[in-house]
């Protein structure tokens, strides 16, 4: 069965760009969350998704969004990149429901550096 | 809020050794804590989980945690390190299970000296 699938895995912007993060989550898991890992923060969630509809919101600007797609895929976007936007990005998906074992299976990440 | 802390930032085990890696948590409610494991350049791995039930968990690569209610803990353990058990441990909480996000303490680098 295969994994949480994130593209691409890095990439290099630059200030005042915006950028586009996809993820595939596991088969028949409905659910998926972001998270920005930074050696500063740590690791901070984004959002989550379910059924196409936004159920979480983290503490993160405007410039911060996503959606998810009838077939449970999630794309985040991040607008007028800043330097301090440069970070690992994490999505996680879940089961739901009765399912629901309780844990997130991640991906690989998305490593973005802004210059 | 639900909160997790790792007192630790560094914990060093030579090979062969027992290892612990800590963790406490704040939750209002019931609390549904983890522990991931992150390798160089990876993604999260998922170690193991208290959902409900015994205290003591066992999870993958021969790891367990024990559920202290009282001290409101869950530390990581393992009875004989390995060097490739040298990784970034990361405790994680949720509060209940209409709610995916998961709450990370700062993680705990762990080191195993040959």
């Known amino acids: 069965k295969a994994g949480v699938t994130q593209t691409p895995r890095y990439l290099i912007k630059t200030r005042g760009q915006q950028v586009t993060l996809s993820c595939s989550p596991i088969s028949g898991h409905r659910s998926v969350s972001w998270y920005q890992q930074t050696p500063g923060q740590g690791l901070q969630f984004l959002f989550e998704?379910?059924?196409?509809?936004?159920?979480n919101k983290g503490n993160f600007p405007g410039r911060f969004s996503g959606r998810q797609f009838s077939n449970s895929r999630s794309e985040m976007n991040v607008s007028t990149l800043e330097l301090g936007d440069s970070a690992l990005y994490l999505c996680?998906?879940?089961?739901?429901?009765?399912?629901?074992?309780?844990?997130?299976?991640f991906g690989e990440g998305s490593r973005l550096t802004v210059l | 809020a639900q909160s997790v802390a790792q007192p630790e930032d560094q914990v060093n085990v030579a090979e062969g050794n027992p290892l612990t890696v800590k963790c406490t948590y704040s939750?209002?409610?019931?609390?549904?804590l983890f522990w991931y494991v992150q390798y160089p350049n990876r993604g999260l791995q998922f170690l193991l989980k208290y959902i409900t039930g015994d205290n003591l968990v066992k999870g993958s690569y021969g790891f367990e945690a024990e559920f202290n209610k009282s001290q409101t803990s869950f530390h990581l353990k393992k009875p004989s390190a390995l060097v490739s058990d040298s990784a970034l441990y990361f405790c994680a909480v949720r509060d209940n299970f209409g709610n995916e996000k998961l709450t990370f303490g700062t993680g705990t680098r762990l080191t195993i000296i040959p």
């Open positions: 996680a998906s879940s089961r739901t429901g009765p399912a629901n074992t309780g844990e997130l299976f």
């Open positions: 998704y379910f059924s196409e509809t936004q159920r």
């Open positions: 939750v209002s409610g019931n609390p549904y």
